[in-house]
């Protein structure tokens, strides 16, 4: 399964809790994480905020873990489906051109589309909730 993680959720690089959560099935390959150019340069510039308190090393360490770890699309799809925050339509783009099914975020402007095309727009809470459903279960003996 593919899905686009919102650069946004900086939480899930520098805390604990459901973000770290998800990005580390990501990392154990129970989903792929889809990005562009664009959105990793977004997160440097998001987590060189002095309330973040990042080194450029830091912030060049994680970009290039990431590199690494997700799969980086070049997008070349334009829309215009979020009208009340433009910059919220890459991310879309970067799902349609990467071919993800789902958009994780926590960002309500694009949680109260629901759904783009045939991508699903959800929650982390929704997508751990996803992966543990997902999981085999173990066999009775």
Not at 17 to 26: D, F, I
Not at 44 to 71: A, C, H, M, W, Y
Not at 121 to 133: D, F, G, N, V, Y
Request: charged share 30%; hydrophobic share 35%.
């Amino acid at each position: 399964m593919k899905c686009h993680v919102k650069s946004g959720s900086v939480s899930a690089i520098i805390s604990d809790g459901a973000a770290r959560e998800l990005l580390k099935k990501a990392i154990a390959n129970q989903y792929r994480i889809v990005t562009s150019e664009l959105i990793l340069k977004e997160l440097q510039t998001v987590l060189s905020r002095p309330k973040f308190k990042t080194s450029k090393k830091e912030i060049n360490k994680i970009t290039g873990t990431l590199r690494k770890t997700v799969d980086v699309v070049d997008v070349k799809t334009r829309i215009e489906a979020v009208k009340e925050d433009p910059k919220d339509n890459m991310l879309i783009e970067t799902a349609l051109d990467g071919e993800a099914q789902i958009i994780v975020t926590g960002d309500h402007h694009l949680l109260e589309l629901k759904h783009y095309d045939q991508i699903n727009i959800i929650s982390i809470q929704e997508m751990l909730t996803r992966l543990k459903i997902t999981k085999t279960k173990p066999k009775r003996q």
